[in-house]
Structures are given as structure tokens and as C-alpha cells.
């Protein structure tokens, strides 16, 4: 069950967080996987040395020209996951134009010339799977998480408008979306026993998740059982946006 040898993956964002837990499950299921940051290279491989199969690669998705050379190096894949994302804390009128932009250009515009770039590949071999990584924040309010909320909606809405489009083709394509998750992202604000208290108190499971609770699912829409599913999500987060 969710074999996938001889399968290729890329996982953005797979430095760190949930997405090397992400790239590290598609490996163990035997997929050869992309581990992608845009820091540094030295990142790439400090996390690729975790992983076996992997291949470290570097792109920085506030680049779009970055993409051409990405897929230079990948060549066609079959399992793409769109995990990078950019998450500026603000409240909802102090946004800068550049903020604005970085935040909708890695969220969702990289995300639309990836599937653009790498779907022709798939359409060819007729077999693909594309999962984007969502956010709580698509349903829930958080003063300082508007704009964040925005990009990763958006994002869930090209997921619905490219399904029926990619369906035909093999190709499923889903949103996962998580609760408040303990990555390096959250680590400072976490720190604070109040607030963790506070974003504990949201959560009906009682409790902030981990990375690995995220990755299986990823893994069942990326894998071949779970093919008759397509232009759906899956919450991963304790019940925080019910
Ligand atoms: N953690 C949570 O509580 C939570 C909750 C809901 C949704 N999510 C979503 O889950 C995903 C992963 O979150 P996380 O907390 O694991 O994130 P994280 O710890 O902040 O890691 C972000 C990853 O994205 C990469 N990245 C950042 N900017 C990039 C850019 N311009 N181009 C390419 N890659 C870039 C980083 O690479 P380098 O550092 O190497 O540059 C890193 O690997 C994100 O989409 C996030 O929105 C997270």
C-alpha cells in the first residue's frame, strides 16, 4: 500500500518543517524526491543528507524565472507538492506593496507556474498527482493572518477550477490544509506559554500538531490508492477551523 517506487516527487519548502516531513514519507514509500529550499544551498543538502533518495535542488519562488531552471534540473516529475510558502504576520492595513507581492507571488503565483510547468509531463505519461498545502486560515479569522488567508483560498480555488481540467489526464490534484502546526515557523511565538495556551484553547484535539501528523495525508493523495480522489481537502488540525 502507498508504494511509490519508481515515482519522482518534489517537495518546496522541504528544508525544514512539514515539508521534510513531507519529502522524508514520499522517500520512505520509495519515491526518488526534489528537497527544495530558496535559503541556500547548503540547506538543500543539510536536508537531503537526512533523506534517503533525495536530491537537494534550490529555487527561490519569489523568482518565477527561478522555475525554468528548476525543471533543468528535475526534468518531468510525477508527484508535485507546493508546500514553500511566505507568511508575514500584520495587521491588515500595514501591508507593503513589496510585502503584498512576496507573500501572493510564493503562495500562489509560483504555485500556478509550477502545475503550468510541470503538468505537460504528466498529461504525457497520463499519471501525475499535485498537492498544494493549504492553511486553518482559509476558513479561519486571525487578525494578523488576513492576506495569508487570502493567497492560500486562492490557492484552494485553483485547486477546484484545475481538477476537473487535470481529471481526465490521471492527474488528481488536492489542497491539504493544517492547524497550527510545531515547525521553525511557530517555534519563537510558541515559546510564550501564553499564547500557546491561547492557540491550544482553539484546538479541540487540545494540543498543537506535528509535522509527521501531516504527512500521511499527503502521502494518500499522492499515492495510487488514493487516485479517485481529486479537487478535494483534507484538514489536518485537530478541529480548529470547525
Ligand atoms: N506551521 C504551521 O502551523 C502551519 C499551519 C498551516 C499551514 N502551514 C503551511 O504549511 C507549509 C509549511 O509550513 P512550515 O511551518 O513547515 O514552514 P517553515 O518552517 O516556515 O518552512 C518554510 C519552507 O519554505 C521554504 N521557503 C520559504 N520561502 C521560500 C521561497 N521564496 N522560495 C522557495 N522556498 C521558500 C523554506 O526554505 P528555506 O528556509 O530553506 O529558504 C522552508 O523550507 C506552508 O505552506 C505553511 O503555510 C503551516
Redesign the pocket.
Known amino acids: 500500500m502507498f508504494d511509490l517506487t519508481g515515482k519522482t516527487a518534489l517537495v518546496?519548502?522541504?528544508?525544514?518543517?512539514?515539508?521534510?516531513e513531507i519529502a522524508s514519507i514520499l522517500a520512505k514509500q520509495g519515491a526518488k524526491v526534489f528537497v527544495?529550499?530558496?535559503?541556500?544551498m547548503e540547506?538543500?543538502i543539510n536536508a537531503s543528507k537526512k533523506i534517503p533518495n533525495s536530491i537537494p535542488v534550490r529555487?527561490?519562488?519569489?523568482q518565477i524565472d527561478d522555475i525554468d531552471r528548476l525543471y533543468e534540473v528535475t526534468g518531468d516529475i510525477d508527484i508535485l507538492v507546493l508546500?514553500?510558502?511566505?507568511?508575514y504576520k500584520k495587521t491588515w492595513n500595514a501591508f507593503s506593496v513589496k510585502e503584498f507581492d512576496d507573500q501572493m507571488n510564493?503562495?500562489v503565483k509560483?504555485s500556478y507556474f509550477l502545475i503550468k510547468k510541470y503538468a505537460t509531463g504528466m498529461i504525457n505519461k497520463g499519471w501525475g498527482r499535485i498537492v498544494t498545502?493549504?492553511?486553518?486560515?482559509q476558513y479561519n479569522q486571525h487578525p494578523q493572518l488576513s492576506l495569508?488567508g487570502v493567497s492560500?483560498a486562492a490557492q484552494m480555488k485553483m485547486v477546484e477550477n484545475f481538477a476537473p481540467i487535470l481529471a481526465p489526464f490521471g492527474i488528481t490534484i488536492n489542497n491539504v490544509?493544517?492547524?497550527?502546526?510545531?515547525?521553525?515557523?511557530?517555534k519563537e511565538c510558541l515559546k510564550d506559554a501564553a499564547i500557546k495556551k491561547k492557540v491550544e484553547d482553539c484546538i479541540p484535539c487540545g494540543y498543537i500538531?506535528d509535522?509527521k501528523d501531516?504527512a500521511p495525508a499527503v502521502l494518500l493523495l499522492c499515492s495510487n490508492e488514493g487516485r479517485y480522489i481529486t479537487g478535494a481537502e483534507i484538514k489536518v488540525d485537530g478541529g480548529m477551523s470547525l
Open positions: 518546496t519548502g522541504s528544508t525544514q518543517g512539514i515539508g521534510f527544495a529550499g530558496a535559503k541556500s540547506k538543500c529555487v527561490d519562488l519569489l508546500n514553500a510558502s511566505i507568511q510564493c503562495n509560483s498545502i493549504g492553511s486553518v486560515n495569508y492560500k490544509a493544517p492547524g497550527a502546526i510545531n515547525t521553525p515557523r511557530n500538531g509535522p501531516v
